[in-house]
């Protein structure tokens, strides 16, 4: 994964609350067993009608939301089944953050994993980025470093994150990167425990 620091990006607002994995990437695009692709299937059912023309209401459909990295969602996003395809679909897409009340615990345990940035803000931060990005062009900046999303607008927000899951995002480290940090260490120990078993 590529560290992340800073991210200036466009926001996409998803003004639904309990937007379940299901919705996220449904049952039948679970097949695929790499990361990739996912993103083209990502809230299949609500961005196509049932005959697969493109759903102009739907939110992510709209102009404004094209190329979006930062998605600003309701409260308990990402809930129902672990299923870890669910980051993949969004990365995939391009959000790289996203920004709610809160968040189930795997689903976010899982963007954490995969190198996207869930941030938890009070709902009434939210609600103030939904009403600026609902139907409107709007970017923000997300500071990792500085733990703070900030606008051009006098918006401004800190938000927490874990010592671990903010050392892992800034290198861009997966828990096997993490772990190859320490291969000196490993190497010195594997040849302690050879020479002692000869």
């Excluded at 992510?60 to 190329?67: I, M, Q, S, T």
Aim: charge should be negative; charged fraction near 25%; proline fraction near 4%.
């Amino acid at each position: 994964m590529s560290g992340f620091t800073e991210l200036k990006g466009k926001v996409a607002a998803m003004d639904r609350t309990n937007v379940d994995t299901d919705q996220i990437i449904p049952k039948q695009f679970l097949k695929k067993v790499e990361k990739t692709g996912f993103g083209q299937y990502l809230f299949y059912d609500w961005r196509y009608h049932t005959n697969g023309e493109l759903n102009e209401q739907f939110e992510l459909n709209h102009p404004d939301n094209e190329g979006a990295s930062i998605l600003a969602a309701n409260e308990n996003f990402g809930c129902g089944s672990s299923r870890e395809h669910a980051p993949w679909a969004l990365l995939d897409y391009g959000f790289k953050v996203l920004i709610a009340p809160s968040f189930a615990d795997i689903f976010k345990q899982n963007c954490l994993k995969n190198g996207i940035l869930p941030i938890e803000l009070p709902i009434e931060d939210v609600s103030y980025l939904l009403e600026k990005a609902s139907g409107h062009e709007y970017e923000m900046t997300v500071s990792l470093e500085q733990k703070r999303v900030y606008d051009n607008q006098g918006f401004e927000a800190n938000f927490d994150i874990s010592p671990y899951w903010y050392n892992m995002l800034l290198n861009g480290w997966d828990e096997i990167e993490l772990t190859l940090q320490l291969e000196e260490s490993i190497r010195d120990y594997e040849q302690k425990y050879i020479e002692k078993v000869i």
